[in-house]
């Protein structure tokens, strides 16, 4: 399968599983950076040309979670929780939270490497960067997508996306009016098999909406069809 490459950043107080996850990466063909709790991490994210981070929650002196949202603040790069709490409730609070995608441990390492190669894929390839054409742009009432660009507008204003909520919007953009549900989501932008995906799709789709709506309970572009999926309402669509 194709490789991508990229510089990890690996954050988790437990220097052992650091030095494993670190090597099974670098195995793979990644470079990798290594931090051991939330203030280390944002300290090498500023210092390095990161692509993807896998982070921890339980560390000493800054949590993951706290972590995240202060990155969220500033960048868009995927952020993968490795944790060892796996009650739906903690995976929920993670991506509430920022995060991409989350592990539990003990982690298969298959797996692992699998996520990371599917969340680098979505995040260096969202959008053609090496098309011809120099804009590809789609236009849904007052929502501007430039997929080249990875940059979305509301009503001429920039918003701010993750990788993730960009492919999703991307997705149901260019399929206006056409309604898909989560398994179809999660299958076409993780690109991988969808299996009690729901809550994992329902806390992206609330973060899209709460960007682009002006109201996210009486929302003009990112419906519900409930019993369904989701869809992004048809309104004078146009690509150029």
């Known amino acids: 399968m194709e490789k991508l490459a990229a510089t990890i950043l690996v954050v988790d107080d437990d220097r052992d599983i650091v030095a494993a996850i670190a090597k099974l990466l670098e195995l793979e063909g990644y470079s990798v950076v290594k931090a051991y709790d939330g203030i280390d991490a944002l300290e090498k994210l500023a210092e390095n040309d990161i692509q993807l981070i896998l982070i921890d929650v339980m560390m000493p002196r800054m949590d993951g979670l706290s972590a995240i949202m202060k990155i969220r603040d500033k960048r868009n790069i995927p952020i993968i929780v490795l944790s060892a709490k796996s009650e739906d409730t903690d995976k929920i609070l993670g991506l509430s939270m920022g995060a991409d995608d989350y592990i539990t441990k003990p982690y298969n390492p298959m797996e692992l490497t699998a996520r990371v190669r599917s969340s680098l894929r979505r995040y260096m390839q969202l959008g053609d960067i090496g098309s011809i054409n120099k804009t590809d742009v789609i236009k849904i009432g007052g929502l501007e997508?430039?997929?080249s660009a990875k940059q979305l507008?509301?009503?001429g204003e920039p918003v701010r996306l993750t990788a993730t909520e960009l492919k999703i919007l991307e997705l149901l953009m260019e399929n206006a009016g056409?309604?898909?549900?989560?398994e179809?989501?999660?299958r076409r932008v993780w690109n991988e098999d969808a299996y009690a995906v729901e809550n994992t799709v329902m806390v992206h789709i609330r973060h899209i909406r709460e960007k682009i709506e002006i109201d996210p309970k009486e929302p003009r572009y990112l419906k519900v069809v409930w019993g369904i999926g989701y869809k992004i309402e048809k309104n004078k669509q146009t690509i150029s």
């Open 184 to 186: 179809d989501i999660y």
């Open 178 to 182: 056409r309604v898909f549900s989560a």
């Open 153 to 155: 507008t509301v009503d």
């Open 145 to 147: 997508l430039d997929k």
